[in-house]
């Protein structure tokens, strides 16, 4: 099992900056892929951005690439999403996700092939 919390969410104005965290705990984490996720009122959960814990490999979506970064902090297993040029469209619950690594790059972007989930974080960029 592993438990996933995230924070740092809150309200920002176009075109600033925020940072949200996710501390995991639990089962070794060495073999996780760490998933960002966000929906927004009445869309499905949509991939924002993952990394591998093992290795250097990142992933984003079209929409934010150049924009957000995804890390890590493995002495503090934390994985951060720090978010700058915020849209009003970035506007959503924002949900760290992790699974298991089967190496299969396109299971990355999927929210159906993660197994664990936090709780949420909201995230509202205001215009």
């Known amino acids: 099992q592993v438990q996933l919390v995230e924070s740092g969410g809150g309200l920002v104005q176009a075109g600033g900056s925020l940072r949200v965290s996710c501390a995991a705990s639990g089962r070794t984490l060495s073999n996780l892929v760490m998933g960002w996720f966000r929906q927004a009122p009445g869309k499905e959960r949509e991939f924002a951005a993952a990394i591998r814990w093992s290795g250097r490999s990142t992933y984003y979506a079209d929409s934010v690439k150049g924009r957000f970064t995804i890390s890590r902090d493995n002495a503090k297993n934390t994985v951060h999403l720090q978010m700058n040029s915020l849209k009003p469209e970035d506007t959503a619950v924002y949900y760290c996700?992790?699974?298991?690594?089967?190496?299969?790059?396109?299971?990355?972007?999927?929210?159906?092939?993660?197994?664990?989930w936090g709780q949420g974080t909201r995230v509202t960029v205001s215009s």
């Open positions: 996700a992790a699974k298991e690594d089967t190496y299969f790059i396109r299971t990355y972007y999927s929210p159906d092939e993660y197994d664990y």
